[in-house]
T-cell receptor, first 115, second 117 residues
Framework: AQKITQTQPGMFVQEKEAVTLDCTYD???????LFWYKQPSSGEMIFLIY??????QNATEGRYSLNFQKARKSANLVISASQLGDSAMYFC????????????FGKGTRLSVIA | DAGVIQSPRHEVTEMGQEVTLRCKPI?????LFWYRQTMMRGLELLIY????????DSGMPEDRFSAKMPNASFSTLKIQPSEPRDSAVYFC???????????????FGPGTRLTVL
């Protein structure tokens, strides 16, 4: 079974609008971390935001926020006020356990921002 | 601060040749990860090190792949002999344990795009 599921292969959003990228995860470990990375066409992997399983509040980083619904095992990324530069692949990833264990990635969502 | 450094950025080689990919982690990070990205399989872990010691190499495809970390500031991933199916982007990432949970974030290098003809 997939540990990270991103069901949206591609998304379109109008510039200045908000967009939600979906991510569901599967783990039986009570301690885990959820990450979102951005991969623009240049290819690098850029860390965006992190949510720990014990964090009480949803993580926010500038225009990025993570809608963490633990009971539903979802960790959706919300990008507010989309910009043309947000066009990229977005990957949801999870590490299980505490500490620096490897990340398991979803297949990604390609976001296209339209002017 | 310098990020994770990888070299070369692009490598084109012929089947059967030896390929060596290099990585310099962020200074002070004690975990180093090698990932591979392909269209078919996405991003997958190959191997990771803690304090220069390999912890899990179960993702290494076969004996043609080997990785070393001789010191805290350098790691190599070697493929010998290379095959066309090894064509992929190879990422190195590093992280550290800290007192704040977010510091176990893995920071990625720019990747090496390998093409085996």
């Amino acid at each position: 079974a997939q540990k990270i599921t991103q069901t949206q292969p591609g998304m379109f959003v109008q510039e200045k609008e908000a967009v939600t990228l979906d991510c569901t995860y599967d783990t039986s470990d009570p301690s885990y971390g959820l990450f979102w990375y951005k991969q623009p066409s240049s290819g690098e992997m850029i860390f965006l935001i992190y949510q720990g399983s014990y964090d009480q509040q949803n993580a926010t980083e500038g225009r990025y926020s993570l809608n963490f619904q633990k009971a539903r095992k979802s960790a959706n990324l919300v990008i507010s006020a989309s910009q043309l530069g947000d066009s990229a692949m977005y990957f949801c990833a999870m590490r299980e356990g505490s500490g620096n264990t490897p990340l398991v990635f979803g297949k990604g969502t390609r976001l296209s921002v339209i002017a | 601060d310098a990020g994770v450094i990888q070299s070369p950025r692009h490598e084109v080689t012929e089947m059967g040749q030896e390929v060596t990919l290099r990585c310099k982690p962020i200074s002070g990070h004690d975990y180093l990860f090698w990932y591979r990205q392909t269209m078919m399989r996405g991003l997958e872990l190959l191997i990771y090190f803690n304090n220069n010691v390999p912890i899990d190499d179960s993702g290494m495809p076969e004996d043609r792949f080997s990785a070393k970390m001789p010191n805290a500031s350098f790691s190599t991933l070697k493929i010998q002999p290379s095959e066309p199916r090894d064509s992929a982007v190879y990422f190195c990432a590093s992280s550290s344990i800290g007192t704040i949970s977010s510091t176990d974030t893995q920071y990625f290098g720019p990747g090496t795009r390998l093409t085996v003809l």
